[in-house]
């Protein structure tokens, strides 16, 4: 049955009755997509992860599904499950449904859960491969819909006792630090061509993807997305302010190159800007319109650019091309990845001393 979404910015409702409304439908969408990932063909094991069970679903949050095949089909199960995200996506955008259901980058292999679940170092194996560390930060909280010999729940509570951990803040801020190092050296190279605008966009990529590494070394992380631009900055000032600075130049949020952005976006942008900016100052979140301004545009940026799988964004999402913007974006980036370095060994040296005096 078709969800009938609404208009949720409607004049008569208060920021509460807004958020209230829009959590209680991601409710009911995470409930009815996560049964629909269960009953695929091939899968024997499935949740729902991320925000929404953690109950800090906001405006744009994604509904996250984990979904468990067993080796032998997995490749099949695993197009299957990817098939079933673009469908169900279709719908929703056709049912004017803000939120999308996220499925392809959580496709787990039944091994690899009892590997993990084996032991620890079973685990961090598991998380070395490529692409598979960000699972641990998805699945705390996770809610089970179904379960083969209680893996899933026992990966859920393993990953929710590793995800602060020294040795897993070590592994993760490693492997984003050599991904995104790499992702910069062909932005250069595609600045050192003239293409300016690809060059834009993996800087803004690259600044997204280090916001998780930021935010572990502070031990903390965004609760949503849509806010990991206002809490990146907010931390920083209280850490390195010129942090912040540098991840606003990487990606293109300085206050005028956003209220550029968002007067050349369409018109739906600015509606989407006052419900979030209604809905949080509600929640009494201590926000200004330039702060949520920036996370609207750094998530639909951060989405358009990984759709893009590195290309340029679309004009509105972009910072300007000119070469030089595109240089001083880089360099931004890289001084975040070199501090994202630094603060990884310290934060290892800080864990090491508080184990000693344990």
Not at 247 to 252: D, I, S
Request: proline fraction near 3%; charged fraction near 30%; charge should be negative.
């Amino acid at each position: 049955m078709a969800i009938e979404w609404g208009e949720p910015w409607d004049e008569w409702k208060t920021p509460e009755l807004i958020l209230r409304d829009w959590r209680g439908r991601v409710e009911r969408l995470a409930a009815a997509e996560g049964e629909r990932f269960a009953r695929l063909p091939g899968v024997i094991g499935a949740a729902v992860i991320g925000t929404v069970p953690r109950g800090t679903t906001w405006p744009l949050s994604d509904v996250d599904i984990l979904t468990v095949v067993e080796p032998e089909h997995g490749a099949e199960t695993e197009a299957r499950v990817c098939a079933e995200e673009t469908r169900s996506n279709r719908r929703l955008a056709e049912e004017r449904v803000p939120n999308e259901v996220e499925a392809r980058f959580w496709v787990r292999r039944a091994d690899h859960l009892r590997a993990a679940n084996a032991s620890e170092d079973g685990l961090f194996e598991i998380l070395a491969r490529p692409n598979q560390a960000g699972i641990a930060l998805k699945v705390p909280g996770g809610r089970v819909l179904a379960d083969f010999d209680g893996q899933v729940c026992a990966f859920i509570g393993r990953c929710e006792r590793i995800v602060f951990g020294r040795r897993f803040v070590r592994s993760f801020v490693d492997d984003e630090v050599r991904a995104e190092g790499a992702r910069l050296e062909v932005a250069s190279e595609l600045a050192r061509a003239g293409e300016c605008a690809a060059a834009n966009a993996l800087a803004l990529l690259a600044a997204h993807e280090m916001t998780a590494a930021l935010h572990l070394c502070w031990r903390a992380l965004p609760e949503s997305i849509s806010r990991a631009a206002t809490r990146l900055v907010r931390l920083a000032e209280a850490h390195e302010a010129w942090v912040g600075e540098a991840f606003l130049t990487a990606a293109g949020l300085g206050e005028e190159e956003t209220w550029r952005r968002l007067a050349a976006a369409p018109g739906w942008a600015e509606r989407e800007r006052d419900v979030l900016l209604a809905v949080r100052q509600g929640a009494g979140e201590d926000v200004d319109a330039l702060d949520v301004t920036r996370d609207l545009l750094h998530v639909t940026s951060y989405l358009a650019a990984r759709g893009g799988e590195g290309g340029a964004c679309p004009a509105w999402l972009t910072a300007r091309n000119a070469l030089g913007d595109a240089r001083e974006r880089l360099r931004a980036a890289r001084s975040i990845m070199d501090y994202v370095a630094a603060a990884r060994d310290e934060r290892a040296a800080d864990d090491e001393e508080t184990g000693e005096e344990e």
